[in-house]
């Protein structure tokens, strides 16, 4: 069972706020009776729903856990740059409308990238207010030290942007591998974090976001569907 407005939320008929006005209105019918509560409950898979006399095709939204490869960007639409984009790169079986990536990744960053075309779910991980953690392991041309990592953990700015507290470790002896984890998206965030130090960064590739971990068994370029379970995973932090 789920409730009407989700559903037809999740179906691209507009916002939450859109959906329960034309409820209200009297434009929704279910089974051919009109039906003016948002929360009323129906089986997507059996009801037959109308929305202002247009019968509504339920499809049940789709999450795909992609390993970007590097030289693509994570945009719908590569036409004005005639670059190619992760949608593009999707083989053809998982296309359907209205894919996009919940988040974006720089041309040259790597990993895990989330498509769906659950619009709800994507705002729920993208808003400034979500913190879900994004563990990202960069490549540096030089080490980080103490004072590159104090700053990470206790936050800092870069310009006018004000960074939260980030997780900064270093994957080997040399410190010029590190696992970092921050807890907002802001362009280029990681890379400006470094370069503010000095420190360039070679390579980035995002691995995990919330508990979930990027499937090792998925090639660059390759991706698979991803369960609810799994989705609960993104969300927790
Ligand atoms: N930080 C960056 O600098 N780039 C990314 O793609 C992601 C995080």
Do not use: W
């Not at 989700?6 to 706020?17: E, I």
């Not at 996009?100 to 960053?109: H, V």
């Not at 490549?139 to 980030?166: E, N, R, Y």
């Amino acid at each position: 069972m789920m409730r009407l407005d989700k559903m037809l939320a999740n179906l691209g008929y507009g916002s939450r706020k859109d959906v329960k006005l034309l409820i209200r209105k009297g434009q929704v019918q279910i089974n051919g009776v009109v039906i003016k509560k948002d929360d009323f409950r129906l089986e997507p898979e059996k009801d037959e729903v109308k929305v202002c006399d247009e019968l509504v095709v339920y499809k049940p939204l789709v999450y795909i856990m992609m390993n970007k490869p590097e030289g693509v960007i994570s945009s719908t639409d590569g036409r004005k740059t005639a670059e190619k984009t992760v949608i593009d790169i999707l083989p053809d079986e998982m296309k359907r409308k209205n894919l996009f990536p919940a988040g974006r990744l720089d041309k040259n960053t790597t990993g895990f990238v989330l498509i769906t075309d659950d619009g709800n779910f994507a705002h729920r991980i993208l808003s400034p207010k979500s913190h879900i953690p994004k563990t990202y392991i960069a490549g540096l041309d030089k080490p980080f030290d103490d004072i590159v990592l104090k700053a990470f953990q206790s936050g800092m700015t870069i310009g006018s942007d004000v960074c939260m507290p980030a997780v900064l470790e270093a994957v080997n002896g040399d410190f010029k591998t590190a696992r970092v984890v921050i807890k907002q998206g802001m362009y280029h965030q990681i890379k400006r974090m470094f370069k503010s130090f000095g420190i360039e960064v070679l390579s980035l590739k995002r691995i995990k976001m919330g508990k979930l971990c990027l499937d090792e068994a998925l090639a660059p370029g390759a991706c698979r569907f991803i369960d609810k379970k799994e989705l609960e995973m993104i969300l927790s932090e």
